[in-house]
């Protein structure tokens, strides 16, 4: 199926664009509603409270919650946990916890950070830290013992 364009022939003057009809005159009482620039009108816009505020009393998890995903997972990403529990917070929101070796990083708020800081110091959690750039982030966990079944 062909779709026909319609093109001025060459030569043609060049039509000017339509004038835009300025704002109606509001009536006594009534508010003129700002004009908004043309470039606003294609940007991507955020949802009130998608971002900033979890998603309810529900959001987030327990000890017991985040140890059991993680051990059910040969490997898991960060974003999964956050996918997971309907952690919905901030892109940079980022907690820090020691480490005998120093301190990492990892991309949760700082409830679940403390919480996995606590399964990484008992030996019951590992990690992967991004390598490039190489930076003390973590961006996938693991379980260092496996959950015996029976």
Known sequence: M???IPVPPRGAEPRPAAPIAPPADPGPGQEVPPVMPMAALHLPTAIAGAVDEPAGP???CTPAQLRRFIKSR???PVHEIRRRFGIGTADDDVTGFAIENGRVFVGLPQREGRILGELVRAGEVG???QLDPEAPIIVGVYPMRPV???
């Open 2 to 4: 062909r779709l026909a």
């Open 58 to 60: 529900s959001a987030g």
């Open 74 to 76: 040969a490997y898991l």
């Open 127 to 129: 990690y992967e830290l």
């Open 148 to 150: 015996t079944r029976q």
